[in-house]
């Protein structure tokens, strides 16, 4: 396996989890664009798109830092023509980027709603709207094409909507966008896929939830893992799946996953949404 060679476009990777895939890339060699809108440092959140190019640098890829706000289509078409012309195309799409805001109905207001339907369902449909035709020539040139959302399988029990109604919405309409793109774009040898996390992942969106026990999650590097195998297999064989991390390492027989506890020795892990 290796990423040698590909050329990758990730929303949103300036920090945790976006961020663990780039590196991940970028120990091959891989050229990444890196597009967020975090441009400034930000004092709550650690990270910048700058400061996670010169980190893909270092991890020997080559980057792209774009600042992109992805509730405006014009920006989205813009970073990706601007990767896409620095790079000499697009293999690879990751929607990474996501808004999240764990309330119930009577106290989500209009603005996060909004907020989570514009980046998580509107910006995922966009860029991969966006990225396509190059996809499309990356497939036909055998290079492998591959969109990888960062979203849960779906699921219609109501336990995954009723604590979160707005957030399990905009999440599953991710979701959504895989099931219907994987089949639309399988003519075209276009993989497009989901993955999702068992556990809880240490990140500094999750940090600024209340109540969240850091030390029963594991690193952002089991995604970082996880997407690298999944990026490596056949677009032709291998689409239209809700991944989820552990089970994809231990389809390469990594079952030993102390290595991405956040406390060395964790057995009592707090489980993710969406899985049973």
Not at 17 to 26: K, V
Not at 156 to 179: D, I, P, Q, R
């Amino acid at each position: 396996m290796s990423m040698q060679g590909k050329k990758i476009f990730i929303t949103g990777g300036s920090r945790g989890i976006g961020l663990a895939i780039a590196l991940r890339a970028a120990r091959d060699g891989a050229s990444i664009a890196i597009a967020a809108k975090t441009s400034e440092v930000n004092p709550k959140l650690p990270g910048t798109i700058f400061t996670a190019a010169d980190e893909i640098r270092a991890a020997g890829g080559n980057a792209l830092p774009i600042k992109c706000d992805l509730r405006d289509e014009n920006q989205i078409s813009a970073a990706v023509e601007q990767a896409a012309k620095e790079f000499g195309g697009i293999d690879i799409l990751i929607n990474n980027a996501s808004a999240i805001n764990l309330t119930r109905t009577e106290e989500t207001p209009a603005k996060r709603f909004d907020l989570m339907f514009d980046v998580n369902v509107r910006g995922t449909f966009l860029t991969s709207q966006a990225a396509l035709p190059h996809l499309r020539q990356s497939s036909e040139a055998g290079r492998n094409a591959h969109i990888l959302t960062l979203s849960p399988p779906l699921s219609m029990k109501a336990k995954w909507f009723k604590n979160h109604l707005a957030y399990t919405m905009a999440k599953y309409g991710m979701s959504m966008c895989v099931l219907g793109m994987a089949e639309e774009f399988r003519r075209d040898a276009i993989a497009v896929n989901a993955l999702w996390p068992r556990t809880a992942i240490d990140t500094a969106a999750l940090a600024m939830i209340p109540g969240i026990d850091t030390a029963a999650c594991r690193t952002p590097e089991i995604l970082a893992d996880a997407a690298y195998v999944i990026l490596n297999r056949s677009a032709k064989e291998c689409t239209g799946n809700f991944f989820v991390d552990d089970e994809v390492l231990a389809s390469e027989g990594i079952t030993d996953l102390e290595k991405y506890s956040v406390v060395p020795g964790t057995t009592d892990f707090l489980n993710d949404f969406f899985l049973d």
